[in-house]
């Protein structure tokens, strides 16, 4: 198995805030080698403590200033158990000589000054990636169904790959 690089950063316990404005909840900062390709995963819980507002929570290339996850989640119960929200997203990035240091953080903002949100469970894992690792996507293309009452099976997106050796693998998928 190959050897590769990796990075990774954590903010478990909740943290609240009840201003608009973006903040970071946790960032990753490492420095990638030279003209090297990067997995980056994100993932956290989210919530607001009404029903009348939204909290606000994305994931940013800092260095780059690209944003590759966002979404606003309005809870429908305040009550406990309170509604958490998944977030999640992936980001592959390339760089070319000489990147310098590169931070990945996930930000969160309340929608409404005074309103409470939270976020906890934070986490930013980076993945070098090497030759050997596939970095492939299917059909881009919107993938709807009006059947209210049915799964239906959205196929477009597909990978097929041979492995190079044998080993472990990592497919993600995001839909």
Known sequence: ????????????????????????????????????????LVSAEARSSVTTSDVQIRAIHDTDTTVFAAANYESREVTAPNDRFAFHGFYVKTYGASPGSQTISIEYAA??????????????????LVADDK?????????????????????????????????????????
């Open 111 to 128: 929608e409404i000054d005074t309103v409470t949100v939270g976020v906890g469970n934070a986490r930013i894992e980076g993945f070098e």
């Open 1 to 40: 198995m190959v050897a590769r690089a990796n990075a990774a950063a954590a903010q478990l316990a909740e943290v609240t805030k009840t201003t608009i404005g973006f903040t970071d909840v946790v960032a990753l900062t490492h420095t990638p080698a030279d003209n090297s390709t990067w997995l980056y």
């Open 135 to 175: 970095n492939s996507a299917g059909s881009a293309t919107d993938n709807t169904s009006t059947d209210s009452t049915n799964w239906t099976d959205l196929t477009s997106a597909a990978l097929t790959f041979t492995p190079g050796s044998a080993g472990d693998y990592l497919i993600v998928a995001h839909g």
